[in-house]
């Protein structure tokens, strides 16, 4: 099975700041990662397949990279509405398998 | 606009059954592989099983392999999960998920509310 491997489990950060998740891969899935964020009580939100690409409607200040085993979602700016629990997931192969999460709060 | 809508969640003693079901609406039902991932209270997500559009292919975690059975109607727009053998382990929010082919692999893009399945006596 592939390993997904998020970091941090967790960062505080402001409004307005930079933020970036990695996800590593146990081994190589070219670029067959998606995104997904996760708010409080709520499902999952699907944010970016094939690594960088945004699904329909997801605001731009989102944007992932990455290929092989080394990936990045970066927030741009960082907004009141984006607190929540991020995840990555490989769909390289089965099973598939999601990181662990990077909750990302308020500083 | 694309909806899926899970249902039949519940209390259900160790060792017994439950059969969930997805309702989907706004796309070519039998066009799309489907998912179910699940979550334990307090933990993250884990991919549980796929099946193809047609439902021929069928795949699942080693966890539930031999217990769960995912199955779709492409009449009824409508996916399942009949799940056996029911264990504590077992207690988590279920959702639904639609797939979609990107560069030939398919991958989540929309997301059921899900449902509660408590095990416990």
């Known amino acids: 099975d592939i390993q997904m491997t998020q970091s941090p489990s967790s960062l505080s950060a402001s409004v307005g700041d930079r933020v970036t998740i990695t996800c590593r891969a146990s081994?190589?899935?070219?670029?067959?990662l998606a995104w997904f964020q996760q708010k409080p009580g709520k499902a999952p939100k699907s944010l970016i397949y094939?690594?960088?690409s945004l699904q329909s409607g997801v605001s731009s200040k989102f944007s992932g990279s990455g290929y092989g085993t080394d990936f990045t979602l970066t927030i741009s700016s960082l907004q009141p509405e984006d607190f929540a629990t991020y995840y990555c997931?490989?769909?390289?192969?089965?099973?598939?398998?999601f990181g662990g999460g990077t909750k990302v709060e308020i500083k | 606009e694309v909806q899926v809508l899970e249902s039949g969640g519940g209390l259900v003693q160790p060792g017994g059954s439950l059969r969930l079901s997805c309702a989907a609406s706004?796309?070519?039902?039998?066009?799309?592989?489907m998912s179910w991932v699940r979550q334990a209270p307090g933990k993250g997500l884990e991919w549980v099983s796929d099946?193809?559009?047609?439902?021929?292919?069928?795949y699942y975690a080693d966890s539930v392999k031999g217990r769960f059975t995912i199955s779709r109607d492409n009449s009824k727009n409508t996916l399942y999960l009949q799940m056996n053998s029911l264990r504590a382990e077992d207690t988590a929010v279920y959702y639904c998920?639609?797939?979609?082919?990107?560069?030939?692999?398919?991958?989540?893009?929309?997301w059921g509310q899900g449902t509660l399945v408590t095990v416990s006596s």
């Open positions: 998920a639609k797939k979609a082919v990107y560069s030939g692999y398919d991958c989540i893009d929309y």
């Open positions: 706004g796309f070519t039902f039998s066009s799309y592989a």
């Open positions: 099946i193809s559009g047609s439902g021929g292919s069928t």
């Open positions: 081994q190589g899935i070219s670029n067959y």
């Open positions: 094939a690594a960088s």
């Open positions: 997931q490989q769909y390289k192969s089965y099973p598939e398998t």
